[in-house]
């Protein structure tokens, strides 16, 4: 979509693991604001007519040699200049001031003493409390510049007012420093003059008139859905821009949660109203499944089987709904901001791309072009947007769930029988969970059926089944995740249930491993 018409909020990456949160607090309150690595040339970062910079933190030193550059000149643009952590000593070291190690690091909660006014603290209480995360600091000032706030051992803060540049040695992005969203706030709002004017309604109206631009009044579209939050949106958006022109494909893989292919179905078409192809090839997946047991085998076997599928049904598709032969095709694709930021890669990027979570792709023989409503959007935000075009909480609430299902929850091989036992089972934990009230609080929470047979006793019988273990996460992108501390009860109802109500399996277990060193899927 054009996002030039927004006043906008460059933040140059210096390789922060923090980066993106500062996107997406900033648009938060609704200013637009984009990332860029620290070497964008300059005439790309004026291309966008910045109302305000931010100069990230980053992992390195300023006075190493190979520390990111960003332009000087990004100094000079004449807009506000926030530093933050790296930023406030990359800010110091380029006009003049000096940056050492500190005798004492600081990492973790700090509480900071505002000692100057600023109006980067206009409306703060005196004392902050901020998350810390540096080796270095200020020792001396660059000309101009004055101290704002400090902590027991360094400058927490500077401000020259006079070329409006501010910095802080904390992390105002991170959730653990209190106050600062409204930081954030003064800087982009009060300081840059940025309008509020990323909203939902906007966003929409905006992208429905350039998708029914780009597409023209003939092309025809087709959208891959899986069930989940991005694609259901994008797929609604662009139904909103081509009507009928849109048509939705849902493949049922063989591996998909219980009821979910006829779930899916009603809520798409009467739920959202959307025109859709389902596509049962549950036998033609599971044929492909059989004796696969290596993890990465799994996910190559059904993204392969699913291009091929959903390459079929794009033929047949474009071939109804074309007249004359020569109008473009068009694929919808949910590729998010988070999936074409580029990242300082200095130390390498500050987030890491999982290709193998992109199962699918584009029929190799058709010149279909790439519509992908939701580029600009972190995650938070397509809900947002979800919300705003009225979209159910079922769907937009709805955990991550893997492209290759539940055959990556079935140790072993993926047999017709293990996955009707798996879905018994995840159905009762997502049951439970729900009951709870955690089903929005966990990131993700599962059953994944493990090759291991134990010996029970049921009444009088022994029985020696499967055993299944629950999954249960805590996290904010997947990326690095906690397991969550469900309550005794809970585990306590989802154990005997499956034990009970689920033939096959006798013994459950709890998942008390996090991310890293473990990964969130058992394979
Ligand atoms: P891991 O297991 O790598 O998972 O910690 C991180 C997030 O990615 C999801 N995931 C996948 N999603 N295809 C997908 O579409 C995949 O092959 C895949 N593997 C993991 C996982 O559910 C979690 O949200």
């Not at 003049?96 to 509480?111: D, I, L």
């Not at 409306?123 to 027991?152: C, I, N, Y």
């Not at 009928?244 to 494909?249: E, G, N, P, Q, Y």
Request: a negative charge; aromatic letters at 6%; charged letters at 20%.
């Amino acid at each position: 979509m054009d996002t030039s018409s927004h006043s906008t909020i460059v933040i140059l990456d210096f390789g922060s693991q923090y980066t993106q949160l500062i996107a997406r607090r900033i648009r938060e309150f609704n200013v637009f604001s984009v990332v860029l690595p620290c070497t964008a040339a300059l005439d790309r970062i004026t291309g966008l007519r910045p109302a305000g910079i931010v100069l990230s933190g980053g992992p390195s030193s300023v006075y190493d040699d190979a520390a990111p550059q960003a332009d000087p000149a990004v100094l000079g643009l004449g807009v506000p200049v926030l530093g933050i952590c790296y930023g406030l000593q990359f800010i110091t070291h380029h006009l003049g001031g000096v940056v050492v190690p500190a005798a004492a690091r600081e990492y973790g909660h700090a509480e900071v003493e505002v000692t100057a006014p600023s109006r980067l603290f206009h409306g703060l209480p005196g004392k902050l409390e901020v998350w810390m995360s540096h080796g270095d600091h200020a020792q001396t000032l660059a000309p101009g510049f004055r101290v704002t706030a400090q902590t027991a051992n360094a400058v927490a803060g500077i401000a020259d007012d006079e070329r409006r540049m501010y910095a802080v040695q904390f992390h105002p992005e991170v959730a653990h420093t209190r106050q600062g969203m409204a930081l954030l706030r003064n800087f982009a709002v009060d300081l840059c003059g940025a309008a509020q004017d990323w909203t939902p309604a906007h966003f929409i109206s905006t992208t429905v008139a350039a998708i029914r631009e780009q597409v023209g009044d003939t092309g025809h579209a087709i959208c891959g859905l899986s069930g989940g939050v991005d694609s259901s949106v994008a797929a609604v958006l662009v139904a909103r821009a081509l009507g009928d022109r849109l048509t939705c494909i849902f493949v049922n893989n063989g591996v998909l949660r219980k009821d979910e292919f006829a779930k899916v179905q009603t809520t798409m078409r009467e739920g959202l109203g959307l025109k859709v192809v389902a596509v049962d090839a549950s036998e033609r997946f599971l044929a492909r499944l059989a004796g696969v047991t290596d993890p990465e085998a799994k996910r190559k076997a059904i993204g392969n089987e699913f291009i091929a599928v959903f390459d079929d049904e794009a033929k047949r598709i474009f071939e109804a709904e074309s007249s004359s032969g020569e109008e473009v095709a068009w694929l919808v694709q949910g590729t998010l901001y988070p999936d074409v930021i580029e990242s300082a890669s200095v130390h390498g990027p500050s987030h890491v791309i999982k290709s193998h979570h992109n199962v699918g792709g584009l029929p190799a023989d058709m010149k279909l072009k790439l519509i992908e409503p939701l580029r600009d959007l972190f995650k938070d935000e397509v809900r947002r947007i979800g919300r705003d075009l009225g979209m159910p909480e079922e769907i937009l609430e709805r955990q991550p769930f893997p492209g290759p299902g539940l055959a990556v929850r079935i140790l072993g091989e993926v047999t017709p029988d293990r996955v009707a036992i798996l879905q018994e089972a995840d159905a009762i934990c997502v049951e439970e969970i729900k009951r709870a009230g955690l089903y929005r609080k966990v990131w993700q929470s599962f059953a994944v059926l493990l090759p291991v047979k134990t010996v029970g006793v049921m009444g009088d019988q022994r029985t020696y089944a499967y055993t299944c273990a629950i999954r249960a996460v805590e996290s904010e992108d997947g990326m690095t995740a906690d397991w969550a501390a469900l309550p005794y009860e809970v585990l306590r109802a989802i154990s005997s249930r499956i034990v009970s109500e689920v033939r096959g399996i006798n013994r459950v277990v709890y998942d008390i491993t996090s991310k890293p060193p473990g990964t969130i899927e058992w394979e």
